[in-house]
Antibody, heavy 120, light 111 residues
Framework: QVQLVESGGAMVKPGGSLRLSCAASGFSFSGFYMSWIRQAPGKGLEWISSISGDSGDVYYAESLKGRLTISRDNTRQSLFLHLSSLRAEDTAVYYC?????????????WGQGTLVSVSS | QSVLTQPPSVSGAPGQTVTISCTGSSSNIGAGYEVHWYQQLPGAAPKLLISEFSNRPSGVPDRFSGSKSGTSASLAITGLQAEDEADYYCQSYDSGLIGWVFGGGTKLTVL
C-alpha cells in the first residue's frame, strides 16, 4: 500500500537550517509530483513547494522563495526539503504529499508529518 | 489571510445536512481549476475527501459531495454523524501565484 513517511523534524534555533526527508513506498515514485505542505500549530494548511517526477519542474511559495530547496532521488524513492534561515514562524508540522500531476491534480496521499520547531 | 475563503466553523445535529463554502477568485476557482476537499480528523494528517477528477476516493461515503459555480465551491455533508467532526479544507491551483492554495479551513462540530 502507499506509504509516505517524513523524518528530519527537530528543534532548531532561529537562523538555522534543516533537511526534511520523505520516504515513499507502495507506488511508482518517479511517476508522481511530490509536494511539501505545512501546518503551523492551530492553523490551516499552507502549500510550500512541489516537484515533478523527473525534477524538471520545481515550484515554491513566493513567501518562502530563497529559503527552500526541494529535491528528490527517484532511485531511493525519497523526497527532500532543505529549509534555511529559519524563523519562529516556520514552526509547523511539515507534510509530504503526492499528486498524479501538477496543476489540477489533488493530493491523494499524505504522510503523517514531521514537526519543525524554531526557537531560541 | 488565505487565498480561498472558508467559514471558520459550522455545526449541525446528527442526521442534518451542512454545507461548507469555499470562495476564490478569477485566478483559481473562477479560472476553471479543479477544487478538492480534505478532511483532517483531530491529531491526524489531512486526507483527500472529494476530488473533482475522481469524486470520492474509495472508502469515503456518498454522504459527502462537492459542487462548484463561478468563483466558489461547496462541500455538502448529509446525514451528519459524530465521526464527521473534523476540520475541512478546500484546495485549488492559482495561476496568478503559480502555486497551489488552500482555504483557511472550517471546523465542523456535530452537536
Amino acid at each position: 500500500q502507499v506509504q509516505l513517511v517524513e523524518s528530519g523534524g527537530a528543534m532548531v534555533k532561529p537562523g538555522g537550517s534543516l533537511r526534511l526527508s520523505c520516504a515513499a513506498s507502495g507506488f511508482s515514485f518517479s511517476g508522481f509530483y511530490m509536494s511539501w505542505i505545512r501546518q503551523a500549530p492551530g492553523k490551516g494548511l499552507e502549500w510550500i513547494s512541489s516537484i515533478s517526477g523527473d525534477s524538471g519542474d520545481v515550484y515554491y511559495a513566493e513567501s518562502l522563495k530563497g529559503r527552500l530547496t526541494i529535491s528528490r532521488d527517484n532511485t531511493r524513492q525519497s523526497l527532500f526539503l532543505h529549509l534555511s534561515s529559519l524563523r519562529a514562524e516556520d514552526t509547523a508540522v511539515y507534510y509530504c504529499a503526492r499528486a498524479d500531476c501538477g496543476g489540477d491534480c489533488p493530493y491523494d496521499f499524505w504522510g503523517q508529518g514531521t514537526l519543525v520547531s524554531v526557537s531560541s | 489571510q488565505s487565498v480561498l475563503t472558508q467559514p471558520p466553523s459550522v455545526s449541525g445535529a446528527p442526521g442534518q445536512t451542512v454545507t461548507i463554502s469555499c470562495t476564490g477568485s478569477s485566478s483559481n476557482i473562477g479560472a476553471g481549476y479543479e477544487v478538492h476537499w480534505y478532511q483532517q480528523l483531530p491529531g491526524a494528517a489531512p486526507k483527500l475527501l472529494i476530488s473533482e477528477f475522481s469524486n470520492r476516493p474509495s472508502g469515503v461515503p456518498d454522504r459527502f459531495s462537492g459542487s462548484k459555480s463561478g468563483t466558489s465551491a461547496s462541500l455538502a455533508i448529509t446525514g451528519l454523524q459524530a465521526e464527521d467532526e473534523a476540520d475541512y479544507y478546500c484546495q485549488s491551483y492559482d495561476s496568478g501565484l503559480i502555486g497551489w492554495v488552500f482555504g483557511g479551513g472550517t471546523k465542523l462540530t456535530v452537536l
